[in-house]
DNA sequence: CATGAATGAGGATTCATTCAT
DNA sequence: TATGAATGAATCCTCATTCAT
């Protein structure tokens, strides 16, 4: 797949160091401030080039943005892809997820950061377009598990399969969040404690738990 | 309590319906464009005040900020709280929960969209001193509920109460989002199909029937 | 007829003084540099008003040159149509409107450097819609003078009225530029020598004999 | 004469093919955008050569421009000068000058947009010493064409022929925008009507008749 | 107390010009 | 000599905030 298809021939021309200094700063910057507040300026400074190139290489602030929006969404699609792919029993996949999700949502947290604050922005439309697609990945991959589930569940409950595809997303979403925005941060820390925060082993196994329970 | 606290004295001497429409301004530009976007001139016409006037009541665009979301949060704690002092069954309330975000995130969309948009700000320790309050209400309540769930659930599982309340809280958040927010209502849609976002009534069984696989 | 039509209702509000020292240091401006190298932010300091003001009473760069080249056109409508309302002898009046050019031309100079750079741009059907009024109005005029001037010079020759109107504004618009923009009155200087600058009465003379052999 | 004077060395050195295309490129831009907003990189562009190579063969914009100016004058000189060279009676040359601004404004219509674009310049100075040249020519010829006016015409009027030679040229002048320049166009439709810039034939015949009014 | 005109710092964007390859 | 990526000063415009009336 091309790299960076939003951004200009010119930016793909360049040293791949020298694209992920500038992906870095811009990432870090919208990350940190939000669209609007993000400062072009401070982002060309960071990644150490003139405001001028950063103009050759994304025509305006918007398709920084896009970019750096579609290579984060790219990453986490690239992560949860490659859990998939392996062919374990669905309890363990799920547990995989639940520590890629531990693992990168502290990696990348920017990525997961501009996440959240891409959601909450208004030009849905736009923001669903390129947004979306990581949506439609995990949901094909739940909707697989969950296929899983309903066979090897004995007693499985008769649900609707989508249902609980979204469900499963939604404890996944807010586990990225809860490691990667200040916010949720505190908001987990409040439910179960400082130290939840650090203690990977514990969420992995309780969360484990609760999903056992409502599929089987 | 103090209304509007956070509002100078001024502000609560005026007329309440003159109060209203302006916090019914605010909160509609705030929720609509985010708050960097989000402009105190428009807000001050909507009104149908001077900006001198609404700078007599608040001291900057911060401060005004401030009171939408705490008079957010606290529209949100008076909802919640009204649930819990019922004395029902556990999954009672939980339905009664499920009921309660789908009419509010409706009707008061312009908050959740707001609550959602603060999550990812910054400056979370401000914004964790206020919002905060609110997690701490239904964390609160989830924790009572939880009790019940353990003592209901014969063959109750063994599992952390905070962590369980944790995970009941995100279901629910998420749940609140999907209602409201563009982004998240997309994402809904495109999980459970078009029709999802008006069938409250499958909603509410199907999460219901999934929470309750999870607690027994 | 309103006032400044294309600004906004806040311009006509101030007190007309200021008005006229902002459309004075706009005019300046425009005149000496042209649409693109006009300078927003010189105008605001020599008019003694802040940039933010002067958006409040001009959308953007564009609206306000259009105010002036209104305004401008305006000026020269009302002083060639002071001239015609007289009942005078058809060469009277051609002779009145050659020193209202001389007279005016060196008044309003920025007027009509201005009217020159405007007929150099290139989005010419934009300024044609408000310049075009002005040639609307002496076209107008021209034609009811060369009625007369068919009648009087007995033995008339056979012309096309709207050619003779053509070429006669052709000769004021000129002598208009002669009077006021630097390269026109280089050029004059060369046909004429250094003197015919100041020579009006000359000036007026000649074109007179000329403009009468070419009528009758 | 050195061709193209105020280019570098450079410049003169390199094939004429492409010297012609990098001139080419430069007259459209700057007769389409005028000078502030013409572009370098878009001439150079469509030039086929690099901006590097510009700015190896033209000190800076205003050299360019210059250039570019200088050429369209020693066109506008040329053919002009051809005009004269012929041995005809008075009003034959002046037809054949009639004719060959139809043609030349016409088929050189970038420069005379140039033309106008420059008169409407500040730096004045500048402009003339290089425009100015062309009118230095056609103050001579006109000069020498009003010597045989007098003559001609038996029962001459007794004028300045400097003064009417810069009124013959002010009708030459506006008839060549009339043909190029987009706001002079215009005009000419409203004066003789949508007709009037294709009939060579008529334009011809009354301007004749008007100039022949004039001198004799 | 209410008003809303005035302020001006701040930020996105452009483009002539340079210089390393 | 040719290239074209890199530079950064310059400029338009916005909007939170103030203050005279």
């Known amino acids: 797949m091309m790299k960076y298809m939003t951004a200009n021939e010119t930016f793909r021309k360049i040293p791949e160091e ?28 960071r990644a150490n080039i003139s405001v001028g190139s950063l103009y050759k290489y994304f025509n305006d602030k918007q398709n920084l943005y896009q970019t750096i929006v579609d290579i984060s969404t790219e990453t986490l699609k690239t992560v949860l892809g490659q859990i998939v792919s392996e062919e374990d029993d669905l309890f363990e996949i799920i547990e995989k997820i639940i520590r890629a999700i531990q693992k990168h949502a502290r990696l990348h947290e920017n990525m997961f950061k501009l996440y959240n604050e891409m959601t909450a922005e208004n030009n849905s439309e736009l923001t669903w377009k390129t947004a979306g697609s990581v949506e439609g990945v995990t949901a094909e991959l739940y909707a697989a598990l969950i296929g899983k589930a ?67």
Request: charged fraction near 25%.
């Open 18 to 45: 020298k694209q992920n200094k500038i992906i870095e700063a811009a990432l870090h910057e919208f990350a940190q401030y939000g669209y609007s507040e993000a400062n072009i300026n401070k982002i060309a400074e």
């Open 150 to 216: 309903q066979k090897q569940c004995v007693a499985g409950k008769e649900f609707d399969p989508r249902y609980f595809a979204f469900f499963l997303d939604n404890l996944f979403v807010l586990l990225q969040f809860s490691y990667s925005c200040e916010y949720y941060k505190e908001r987990l820390k409040m439910y179960v404690g400082e130290s939840a925060i650090h203690d990977d082993e514990l969420m992995c196994a309780q969360l484990l738990k609760f999903i056992k329970g409502a599929f089987c």
